[in-house]
């Protein structure tokens, strides 16, 4: 067991340490302030205060982890070796920066509680966060420091055992619209048919009129042929599903229709089936239970697992609301606009609410690719370029590779770029 000394301990130490040494290192660790206790510890041993006792492991503490609530934190981002890093310490550090601290900063989401002018859905903008700013967006930069963390240790404490992370790939898929023309209704058919004629869209309006008479599938309808697709090249997926009834951003077809829910059921027979929380639901916790029950009454199995229409967070608030509706699972965290690691992270990790100084009970599972951050770049090939890029960062650090996709995009009944790609994705699970 590795044993941690510290001066104080508090809800903020506890949290990062355990979630660095238990969680992504895979070793039991304890912490104590008794002095005694750590110079009698046989094992290995780390002191973490201002000061070193002797010539141990020592890493210099900074002092956010002994601090309550938001302050305005001082940041300047320095190299450790070819990694960003800061929180910089001393040269009696064994490492040049308090990972501990820094490590918190980032998956609590820190910066998102400090003042912050959000975008037209209630977001916080990626252009405001540190890791945009100092150009390591693209870099799971926890997960990097932990690496060189364990050789360190594994340096100092030859006897220590380090268990063997497994890199992992998911598929999250967005159905936010399960259809693009049927089941619309007349009413509904009728406006995009007018829509249409006016944007000279004539191929659009023998296509929509195709699919309703029965010759042509639904361009959305693409489940059965992603199923396979899973299957044949062993690349989980979960897709979470609108249960929002209809509004100005959620456009799904109605929940109560029998087709709909016969789709969400023979989805469920074969992947994970989850809730894409809905816009309204961003605020108000009576919509997300009813949406949740929905889907549940639909599968007829527990529903832990919710994703944020638009990726709308709203930190702690967002987190805290999903707890109270029953949630244990988050696949929100990360960016529409641009690909990366809003949490610094491949790693899956509980959530810690800086308002109450505590770890909630909800997982936060990051992605680092979005579709629609991959309208930036010239070319599909270009786009793949950035996914293999991102995809051999995570794997040399044994992370979780999770890409957004969406049927909306795919559109697997026709070749196009988008298909390619995703299809490529599957291929490369090895």
């Not at 042509?216 to 396979?228: A, G, L, S, V």
């Not at 919509?287 to 832990?304: D, Q, S």
């Amino acid at each position: 067991m590795l044993l941690v000394y510290t001066y104080k301990i508090t809800p903020r130490l506890t949290y990062i340490i355990k979630h660095i040494f238990s969680k992504m290192l895979l070793v039991d660790v304890s912490i104590t302030t008794k002095v005694e206790d750590f110079i009698a510890h046989k094992g290995p041993k780390i002191t973490y205060t201002k000061q070193p006792l002797q010539n141990e492991f020592f890493i210099k503490s900074h002092e956010l982890l002994f601090e309550q609530g938001i302050s305005d934190v001082e940041i300047n981002v320095h190299m450790w070796d070819d990694t960003p890093c800061f929180f910089p310490t001393t040269e009696k550090s064994t490492i040049p920066f308090d990972i501990f601290a820094a490590g918190f900063y980032l998956l609590s989401r820190y910066e998102e509680y400090l003042p912050h002018v959000k975008d037209e859905h209630g977001r916080y903008p990626v252009e405001q966060s540190l890791a945009y700013q100092n150009n390591f967006l693209e870099l799971p930069v926890v997960d990097m420091w932990v690496v060189k963390l364990k050789k360190i240790l594994k340096a100092h404490f030859p006897e220590m055992e380090f268990p063997k992370r497994s890199y992992s790939r998911m598929s999250v898929m967005d159905v936010a619209v399960a259809y693009a023309y049927r089941k619309k209704g007349i009413i509904r058919t009728f406006g995009g048919t007018m829509i249409d004629l006016f944007a000279f869209r004539i191929a659009r309006v023998f296509d929509r009129y195709l699919v309703l008479l029965g010759f042509r599938k639904d361009p959305y309808d693409f489940f059965d042929k992603i199923t396979e697709l899973h299957k044949k090249y062993k690349v989980p997926a979960i897709f979470f599903f609108l249960m929002a009834d209809y509004s100005a951003y959620d456009k799904n077809i109605s929940v109560i229709n029998p087709s709909f829910r016969s789709l969400v059921k023979s989805v469920a027979d074969y992947s994970i089936v989850s809730l894409m929380a809905s816009y309204k639901s961003f605020s108000d916790i009576t919509v997300l239970k009813k949406e949740r029950k929905r889907l549940i009454e639909y599968i007829n199995r527990p529903v832990k697992r919710v994703r944020q229409r638009f990726n709308r967070l709203n930190i702690p608030d967002t987190y805290q609301l999903m707890v109270d509706a029953g949630f244990n699972e988050d696949y929100t965290m990360g960016y529409a606009r641009e690909v990366g690691f809003r949490a610094g992270t491949c790693t899956s990790f509980f959530f810690y609410d800086i308002s109450f100084e505590e770890q909630k009970p909800i997982k936060i599972n990051p992605y680092c690719v979005q579709y629609t951050a991959l309208y930036q770049y010239k070319s599909v090939r270009k786009a793949q370029e950035k996914i293999s890029e991102l995809e051999q960062r995570v794997r040399a650090v044994q992370g979780d590779f999770n890409m957004v996709f969406s049927n909306e995009v795919l559109n697997l009944n026709e070749r196009n770029s988008w298909q390619d790609l995703y299809v490529n994705f599957l291929k490369n699970n090895s």
